[in-house]
Structures are given as C-alpha cells and as structure tokens.
C-alpha cells in the first residue's frame, strides 16, 4: 500500500482451520505446502475437553515471510463442530501464492499424483488459480500471478476485460500444462489482456 508507513501495515498472519479429523487434515496440508507440520503439540489445556473451541491437538505450518508478517497455516484438533457442510459461516477459503507458474503446475502434478483433482481452477487475469477442497471440505486456492510485477498487474485492472470480467475465465489445467510442455511459455498461455 502506498503512503501507508510500515508501523501501520497490516499482513495476513495465521489462517486457523478446525477439525475433529486432525490427521487427515493434516496430511492434506503437509501436501499441499510441501512440508511437514512446522510444530505438532498436545497443549495441556485441552486434554479430555469436549470444548470445540479449545484445542485437543494443534499443528503449526510457518510459511516463507517476513517478520513481522509470518504466514502461517495452523490445524486445530477439537471436538467436533458440526461436519462438513456448513457454508453460510466459517472458513470461505484460504489462498497460497506460488512463486510462478512453473511451481503452481509442480503443485497441481504433485497433488493429482495423490489423488486430489481441482474442484474449478480458474485465470482471473492477474492470477490464475487451482481450487481445492481440503477433507473438512474448506476451499484452498492456490495460485500464482500471471504479471511479473505490481504495476503490470495494476494496468491490466484498469482494462475493461477485468472491469466487466473480474472472475476471469475458467480454465483446463491438464491443457495448459500440454500446452505448455509442447513449448508455449506459460506467460502467453495464462495473460488474457
């Protein structure tokens, strides 16, 4: 943000997620950010609760930041909420970015040899991304720019594709990936302005 002194910014901290699945979840998340749980604890305080909001087991994934904004996925394992199919409240979805288009296809390959596919994967313009639904049925997009710079970015959010169209375009992710290996860079396959 412009003009905005860093004793006032604001950066994205911690997403929570709460299961009374832990494990799977956990598996799921260990996948998906290519890493196992940065911490995996039992806190005193929640042994032998029945309490949904006090956490029986918690698993911390530290992402790549700087401090003070750290990122960071964290899994609470608790009593259970009400299943999976509450949509009105909670979590909508969560987002990691990837570095480029080459590390968010390696995910896309790496997470269908585990038997994930996308629930939509979509180019919105100034990002293309893979949706997934994690066990507990929360949204994850993972995505990477399709602009190598802010102000690339900007000036397509100025065109009217992006006025009239802000959600993009849904895409093929097994076509781009074929495309791209039969040597289309993927930055002609994925900018739409």
């Known amino acids: 943000m412009t003009g905005v002194p860093d004793s006032k910014r604001i950066g994205l901290s ?7 699945h832990y494990e799977r979840l956990c ?13 995996d604890m039992t806190p005193e305080s929640g042994k032998g609760t029945t309490d949904p ?3 029986t087991r918690i698993a911390f994934f530290n992402l790549p930041g700087e401090y003070p904004y750290l990122g960071r996925v964290a899994i609470f394992e608790t009593a259970d909420v009400g299943g999976t199919d509450r949509r009105s409240v909670g979590l909508h979805h969560l987002q990691l970015r990837f570095s ?3 590390a968010l296809f390696g995910a896309y390959e790496l997470m269908l040899e585990h ?9 919105h313009g100034v990002a293309t991304s893979l949706y ?13 720019m399709n602009y190598p ?3 690339q970015m900007r000036a397509y959010m100025q065109t009217e594709m992006f006025r009239t169209n802000p959600d ?5 992710p097994d076509d781009i990936l074929r495309r791209h290996r039969e040597g289309t860079p993927f930055e002609q396959l994925l900018r739409l302005g």
Do not use: W
């Open 115 to 123: 038997g994930h596919k996308p629930v939509e994967a979509s180019n």
């Open 27 to 39: 598996a799921f998340y260990s996948l998906v950010l290519q890493m196992p749980p940065t911490l």
């Open 53 to 55: 909001d006090v956490p």
């Open 149 to 151: 710079d802010a102000t």
């Open 168 to 172: 993009g375009v849904h895409i093929d």
């Open 132 to 144: 997934y639904a994690d066990p507990d049925g929360n949204r994850v997009e993972l995505s990477g």
């Open 14 to 20: 911690e997403v929570v997620l709460r299961t009374p």
């Open 100 to 102: 480029d288009h080459e």
